[in-house]
């Protein structure tokens, strides 16, 4: 029998335990052990972006993680996203309404990666997104859609917060 470790982790907000070969690829545990398929593998070697995840909070590609670093982590795959299975993520919605995904080997990366870009820079300038998907490949376009599912997606998420932000009483100025 091969050596096999257990491994707990957070994964889209689930406390797992799993008992996996220690160097198996994240990547790969996320697909077979836990069926979270929206994953994807491109290129194997961590060039493309394709199995990107937020690993405590950090954008990294799955392919390049054994499971044992894994140990204690919290995981967000393209499935933890969205709040629910009813409703795509506002990034997932810009992403479908700009025409930012094509074949869809990409596109869970590429929203991971304007996820984490948004966090960091909310209202991002071109140099900013050009810079937070520069680990990520599409073979299918030309990413201006994708550039464009970006913005709108920093201008959704702007219009979230200020429609959900407290509003003040108004002052009374009469005496």
């Known amino acids: ?75 967000t795959t393209i499935e933890g996203l969205a709040p629910n299975a009813a409703h795509l993520h506002p990034i997932q919605q810009c992403f479908l309404e700009q025409g930012g995904a094509q074949c869809g080997i990409c596109t869970p990366g590429m929203i991971l990666a304007t996820h984490h870009l948004l966090a960091q820079h909310p209202n991002p300038t071109d140099t900013e997104i050009h810079e937070g998907l520069s680990g990520n490949l599409c073979r299918c376009t030309g990413y201006m859609r994708i550039f464009e599912s970006v913005k709108q997606a920093a201008i959704a998420s702007a219009q979230s917060i200020a429609a959900h932000a407290p509003q003040s009483p108004p002052h009374n100025l009469s005496s």
């Not at 907000?13 to 491109?42: A, S, W």
């Not at 972006?49 to 670093?69: D, T």
């Open 1 to 75: 029998m091969k050596n096999l470790t257990t491994i707990t982790l957070t994964i889209n907000n689930t406390p797992t335990t799993l008992t996996v070969p220690p160097m198996k690829r994240l990547l790969d545990v996320l697909r077979e052990d836990l069926h979270l398929t929206g994953t994807k593998e491109g290129c194997g070697e961590g060039e493309c972006g394709a199995c990107a995840i937020l690993f405590n909070g950090e954008l990294a590609n799955s392919c390049l993680i054994p499971a044992l670093q894994a140990n204690n982590a919290t995981l």
